[in-house]
């Protein structure tokens, strides 16, 4: 079982900021494209943000000019940056190599 290990979330007033981490395998890391999902109760899963191998980038369009996905491939880490966060954004984040492995879920909560 691959593990992706996520850390970064937690409480954020509105219009605050957050920034996930999620550290991969180096050969996951350098084979597939890492993703970030959310899943709120009684909701599926829905994409965020992925990077892939040539550091092309996509997101979807409720987060689009307030959340950035980067990597570091030195650390074989994939960072999304949440900025101006709302209160719609609370949910659980999962980091992804290639929808294949996920990792454990950390939580977003934005709330005053």
């Known amino acids: 079982q691959v593990q992706l290990v996520e850390s970064g979330g937690g409480l954020a007033q509105p219009g605050g900021s957050l920034r996930l981490s999620c550290t991969a395998p180096p050969f996951i890391f350098r084979t597939y494209t890492m993703g970030w999902y959310r899943q709120v109760p009684g909701k599926e899963r829905s994409l965020v943000a992925s990077?892939?191998?040539?550091?092309?980038?996509d997101y979807a369009d409720f987060v689009k000019g307030r959340f950035t996905i980067s990597k570091d491939s030195s650390q074989n880490t994939v960072y999304l940056q949440m900025n101006s966060l709302k209160p719609e954004d609370t949910a659980v984040y999962y980091c992804?190599?290639?929808?294949?492995?996920w990792g454990q879920g950390t939580q977003v909560t934005v709330s005053s």
């Open positions: 992804t190599a290639g929808g294949h492995s």
């Open positions: 990077i892939d191998r040539t550091d092309a980038t």
